[in-house]
C-alpha cells in the first residue's frame, strides 16, 4: 500500500503557474503507476496526467496538454505536476493517485490509492 499527500494548491491568476507536489510513502512507491485528477464541483472525477513506473513514459489529457507536465522522483517517493498558462476552468480540487498496473491508465477506477485532494483556484 502506498498513503498519498498532495501539496502546492492555491489561489492564482489565468496565465500564471503553479507546482503540485505528492508525497508518498512505503517500500513499493516505485512500482506504482501514478496520476493526477481533478474534480470540478458537482461533476465526476476526471484525467489529468499519468507517469509510468520509471517516468519515462507520460500521458495526458488534451484539455492540459502542452502546459502541464507530470514528473516523479522514485528516490524520493515524488509526483509532481507543473502547471503553466493557467486558465479559470482548470479550477478544481487536485487528486494523486497510485495504480498498482505497470501500464498507463486514464480510468480513475484503475486507481486503488488516493490523497485528499488539493484546491486550485485560477481566477480570470
Known amino acids: 500500500q502506498v498513503q498519498l499527500v498532495e501539496s502546492g494548491g492555491g489561489l492564482v491568476q489565468a496565465g500564471d503557474s503553479l507546482r503540485l507536489s505528492c508525497a508518498g510513502s512505503?517500500?513499493?512507491?516505485?512500482?506504482?503507476?501514478m496520476g493526477w485528477f481533478r474534480q470540478h464541483p458537482g461533476k465526476d472525477r476526471e484525467f489529468v496526467a499519468a507517469?509510468?513506473?520509471?517516468?519515462?513514459?507520460?500521458v495526458y489529457a488534451d484539455t492540459v496538454k502542452g502546459r502541464f507536465t507530470i514528473s516523479r522522483d522514485n528516490a524520493k517517493k515524488m509526483v509532481f505536476l507543473q502547471m503553466n498558462s493557467l486558465k479559470p476552468e482548470d479550477t478544481a480540487v487536485y487528486f494523486c493517485?497510485?495504480?498498482?498496473?505497470?501500464?498507463?491508465?486514464?480510468?480513475?477506477?484503475?486507481?486503488?490509492?488516493w490523497g485528499q485532494g488539493t484546491q486550485v483556484t485560477v481566477s480570470s
Open positions: 493517485a497510485a495504480s498498482a498496473r505497470a501500464d498507463i491508465v486514464v480510468f480513475s477506477t484503475s486507481y486503488s490509492n
Open positions: 507517469i509510468s513506473l520509471g517516468g519515462g513514459r507520460t
Open positions: 512505503g517500500r513499493t512507491f516505485s512500482s506504482y503507476t
